[in-house]
Every structure is written in structure tokens, then in C-alpha cells.
């Protein structure tokens, strides 16, 4: 029995970007196709099959252990990119400035799909979500860069709204346009807490 249902839930890609030298800036370059290997996106300096574990881990890694990259892409909705773009008050969040991979327009409620779901290309590439990306400070210079006085309301404004953290399961191509189809996992909420 399948452990994945796939859903009548599709996207279209709207924006697809690397972030070339996260040591020299955060904001990532847009791009019109993606090639995606098992290491993640060609020419991302998040991509790699393991990372160093950071902050969002340390209840379970120490800061600095290596562990498998499921961090490989920033994933965020054009729909939720309005919502902060409204919150910061600019007209356009600029996908850039959060170092966003790829923009999907149609995905409801994005941010908070279950982890192990899929995204899966016409291709067949496809993508894992880990998790909710967390809203960090590090966009908040790149937005005051083109858009002076803003930057600092975006932690706050993207609360729920940043996206998620993924990792490629089957290499392919992205591409501006491509439409992508949502698989989620075949269980039941977990009731444990």
C-alpha cells in the first residue's frame, strides 16, 4: 500500500533562485531552470548531502556536527509572499531577499504541509519537505538594502508564512512555469502530545 496519496493539489513555479556564496550574502540570483541532483540544486551553496548542524537542531546535534542536508531548499508561496510584502509595507516581497529556491503559486497553506511531503515535477523531479522554515533576522539587511527601514519586520511578518526547508529525493529539471503536484503522507495526526 502506498505511504504517499497524491493529491489533486498543483502548483506553478513562479521564481526559481540560487544562492551562489551564502558567506557573501544571503540573497539568492534568479535563475529560469534548475537542475536538481541528489546534492541539491546545481550552483546552491546550501546544497551538499550533509551539513553542518545549526541552531534549529542543537536539542539534538551540537552546533557544528555533521548531519544529512535535508536543508537543501528554501521553498516558499508566491501567496504568503504577499502577505509579508503587506505586513513589512513594501508593494513586492522580492524572493531574493529571503534567499528563496523556488516560488510556487497555488499550494495552499505552504508553510505548514506535513513533513515527508512531496512536490513532484512533471519530470518526476522531486522534492521532500522537511519542515517549517523558521523566520530568522539574516534577511533583514538584504530587505533595508532595497528597501531602507523594512528589514526589521520581517521575522515577525513571516511568522507561519516563511516557507519550508526541503530536500531532492529524485533529480530533474525546475523550470519558470513547470507545474508541480502535491503527494502527502498517507497517516493520521500524530496524537501524542
Known amino acids: 500500500m502506498p505511504a504517499l496519496k497524491p493529491t489533486d493539489v498543483t502548483g506553478r513555479i513562479v521564481w526559481l533562485g540560487v544562492v551562489a556564496d551564502r558567506d557573501a550574502a544571503l540573497a539568492s540570483d534568479p535563475r529560469e531552470t534548475l537542475h536538481l541532483t541528489l546534492a541539491g540544486p546545481e550552483g546552491e551553496a546550501h546544497g551538499g548531502l550533509t551539513r553542518p548542524s545549526c541552531s534549529r537542531v542543537v536539542a539534538q ?13 528554501c521553498i516558499m508561496s508566491e501567496e504568503e509572499l504577499s502577505e509579508i510584502a503587506a505586513k513589512i509595507g513594501v508593494e513586492r516581497f522580492d524572493p531574493a531577499w529571503a534567499g528563496a ?17 512531496r512536490i513532484q515535477a512533471e519530470d518526476g523531479a522531486t522534492l521532500v519537505v522537511d519542515m517549517e522554515n523558521r523566520p530568522c533576522q539574516l534577511p533583514a539587511p538584504v530587505i533595508d538594502a532595497d ?8 521575522k515577525r511578518a513571516a ?5 519550508v526547508a526541503a530536500w531532492v529525493e ?14 502527502i503522507p498517507d497517516q493520521r495526526p500524530w496524537r501524542g502530545a
Open 61 to 73: 546535534h551540537p552546533k557544528g556536527t555533521e548531519i544529512r542536508n535535508v536543508r537543501q531548499l
Open 101 to 117: 529556491t523556488l516560488i510556487v503559486s497555488g499550494i495552499p497553506d505552504l508553510t505548514h504541509l506535513p513533513p515527508s511531503s
Open 147 to 154: 528597501a531602507p527601514g523594512h528589514g526589521r519586520k520581517f
Open 159 to 163: 511568522q507561519g508564512r516563511r516557507g
Open 170 to 183: 529524485r533529480e530533474g529539471m525546475l523550470r519558470l512555469g513547470g507545474r508541480l503536484r502535491l503527494h
